[in-house]
C-alpha cells in the first residue's frame, strides 16, 4: 500500500518526480481529455472513436461485414484524420525536440485551436449530428487527438501514453513481483486507467444528460489548463525538459 501511495503521490504532485517534472500531471490531464473526446465522438457521431484507433480498425471490420451501426467511411475518416495529426506532432517533435517543455506547450496551444473548433462545430449541430457536421467533427477531432498521440509518445513518461491503456492494464498484472516480474508502477497505472475512466463518465453524462458539446468543451478547458501551467516552463533549463 505504502508504494501505491508513493506512486500516485509522484504522479500527480509535481517535484516529486524528478525526472519529469510537471509532465505526469499534466498528462494525466490528457488522459482525460481522451475520455471525454472519445464519449463525445462515440455516442453522437455513431460508433467511432477519434482517439482510440485500435476500436476504429476492429469497427472497420465490422461496417464491411454489414454490422448494423458501423460506417466504413466514419472509421476510415478518423483513422485518416489522426494519422494526419500524428505525423504534424511528429514534426513538431522534430522541431522541438530538445525541449520538452516547448514541445508541449506548443502541441497543446494547436490542440485548444481544434478543440476550440470543435466546440463550435458542436454548438452548431443539431442533436442528430450528421452529414457534414459529423465528417467535419470526425475530421478537427481526430487530428487533434492523433497530435496528442504523437507528443505524449515524445515526450516518453511511463505508463502515461494519454490514450492507449491496453498494455498499461497488461503491466499492472505482468509485471507484478510475484509473477516474476520487475514490480508494477501500480500506483502510476491506476491513475491513468481512472483518469480516462472519469473522462468517459463525465463525458457520457454530459452528452446524454446536458448537451453534446459540454463534453468537449471540458475537454477543451482541460487543454487549456495543460498549456497554461506548461507555459513558463518553455525557457527552464531544467533537468526535466531535456529529452
Known sequence: MKSFLIDV??????????????LPPLLVMMTLTTGLVDAFSYLTLGHVFVANMTGNIVFLGFALAGAQGFSITASLGA???FILGAAFGGRLN??????RGQLLSVATFIQALLLGASVVLAVLTPRLVSGGYRYALIGVLGIAMGL?????????????TTTVLTLTITGIAADQTVVGGVGSKFGRRIVAISSMF??????AVLVLHVAIYYSLLVALAAIVIVDVVITPSRNSNAEWTKA
Open 148 to 160: 496528442q498521440n504523437a507528443v505524449a509518445r515524445q515526450l516518453a513518461v511511463p505508463d502515461l
Open 198 to 203: 472519469i473522462g468517459g463518465l463525465i463525458g
Open 9 to 22: 503521490r509522484n504522479t500527480l504532485v509535481p517535484g516529486y518526480d524528478t525526472e519529469h517534472g510537471p
Open 79 to 81: 483513422i485518416a484524420a
Open 94 to 99: 522534430s522541431r522541438f525536440a530538445r525541449h
